[in-house]
């Protein structure tokens, strides 16, 4: 008697063991890309700041080969950035919260981040009020957008997301003005431009909805594969497919690298690439892909070889040296993001004075067009900046990590 009854109650205990979702530990591997690709941003900032060029780095009618580097290894920032946004809201979804949660946190934080843009971050760009839709506005919105797709089945989401990131070069011939007086709704949503506010004042939209919504809800549906024990090859094999296939588009020139930007963006970075008069110039006229907006070549270029090196870091401790460092900085990325701008901006005005060279009304605006005459510098002293900006943020962003981790009831600092 004993025994008829105590079989069933083990089978049944093992039944509710076997179909109950354990939570997952936050993956070191994602913290770790996170701050790698932070540290990069980093170094696009400083040369924006910094930079005695007069023209962008991807106008190939005057780059070189050092310039156009230092440029191309930022590209991978904002696609991992948005791409793990989405992969880390489903992680939450594993390690307790609901979906009605998740969605609240990505209408509230989106919202957040769009505020944030508006205030603090353009704040930072030239220590003058100012409006500017760039990537912290592209993630906000893009987020408020997830809180209505997350409430869809995962697979849903992530063949929306690779549905949106394979076709939204279909729509770059559609032209703003067709929209009439909506056009500068086109532009929010695709086509990135300028939009008349006031007679005198425009505001400034590059991080469009259409091709970032894509990328976070593909990295939503992403988060799916990382809970299998399986992942690193999972992980490391979609990397080379989209690299292959980055490789396979650009080479023979076909779809991929559309001309929505071509108005906003920079000289030559759409359409196809070109045999140019040296080998430098014509690998960088290859690897010189659209951004403003992500086109599917661009996309592919950056998000494939990030989900290769992923797979490599699965399964790190990141407990010393380099990767514990990155480990810091991807942990608190909106507050390395915040501090990280206001710090390199303070550092080029004070070594603009110590050099003695001109600034404008206290400030240093981080474009190619209103930088004084005599200003700026070349790029191993901005390579060097770069490092230094890094070694300073460590500590602050040490100690926030810490400051969370022991205050983890505050739900409010999850918005930092």
């Given amino acids: 008697m004993v025994t008829a009854v ?16 354990a939570k997952a530990p936050r993956l070191v591997s994602v913290d770790v890309l996170r701050g790698l690709v ?27 080969g050092a310039l156009f580097f230092t440029r191309f290894i930022t590209h991978f920032c904002a696609p991992v950035f948005a791409f793990l946004a989405g992969t880390g809201s489903f992680l939450a979804t ?16 989106g919202l957040w981040l769009v505020l944030l843009e508006f205030t603090v971050i353009d704040f930072a760009w030239g220590f003058v009020p100012w409006a500017h839709g760039g990537v912290i506005w592209g993630l906000g919105w893009s987020m408020v957008a997830m809180a209505l797709i997350v409430r869809f089945p995962v697979r849903w989401i ?51 909805l259409i091709p970032w919504v894509g990328v976070m809800a593909a990295g939503f549906a992403f988060g799916s594969l990382l809970l299998r024990p399986d992942r690193r090859k999972w ?10 296939l980055f490789f396979v588009l650009r080479g023979f020139n076909l ?3 559309g001309i929505a930007g071509l108005p906003f963006g920079y000289p030559r970075s759409a359409g196809p690439w070109t045999v140019e008069p040296t080998l430098s110039l014509t690998v960088i006229s290859f690897f010189n892909t659209l951004k403003y907006p992500p086109s599917l070549d661009y996309l592919l270029m950056t998000l494939g070889p990030s989900l290769i090196l992923l797979g490599l870091l ?49 400030s240093v605006i981080a474009d190619f067009v209103t930088k004084p005459p005599g200003y700026g510098h070349g790029l191993p002293f901005i390579y060097a900046m770069w490092i230094l900006a890094v070694a300073i943020l460590y500590l602050p ?20």
């Fill in 158 to 208: 992530g063949a929306l997301g690779l549905a949106v990131i394979a076709t939204h070069n279909l729509l770059d011939r559609i032209n703003p003005a067709s929209f009439g007086k909506l056009s500068w709704l086109w532009k929010l949503l695709h086509s990135p431009g300028r939009i008349p506010v006031t007679t005198h004042f425009q505001f400034s939209a590059r991080y469009v």
């Fill in 397 to 416: 962003c040490v100690w926030f990590m810490e400051f969370r981790s022991r205050h983890r009831d505050w739900t409010w600092l999850s918005y930092l």
């Fill in 6 to 21: 105590s079989s069933p109650s083990i089978a049944t205990v093992r039944t509710k063991l076997t179909f109950s979702p």
């Fill in 94 to 109: 594993s390690r307790g919260k609901s979906l009605q949660a998740v969605s609240r946190f990505f209408l509230t934080r």
């Fill in 314 to 362: 699965d399964k790190a401790e990141a407990e010393r040296g380099l990767s514990r460092i990155l480990l810091v900085f991807g942990r608190v990325p909106l507050f390395y993001y915040v501090l990280h701008l206001y710090l390199i901006h303070i550092l080029a005005i004070l070594v603009a004075l110590a050099f003695h060279q001109p600034i404008l009304h206290g």
């Fill in 255 to 257: 779809y991929g690298n």
């Fill in 235 to 244: 992980i490391v094999t979609l990397g080379v497919c989209a690299t292959i």
């Fill in 38 to 64: 932070m540290v990069i941003m980093a170094l696009d900032h400083t040369r924006d700041f910094m930079t005695y060029q007069r023209f962008a780095p991807e106008d190939m009618a005057h780059t070189n």
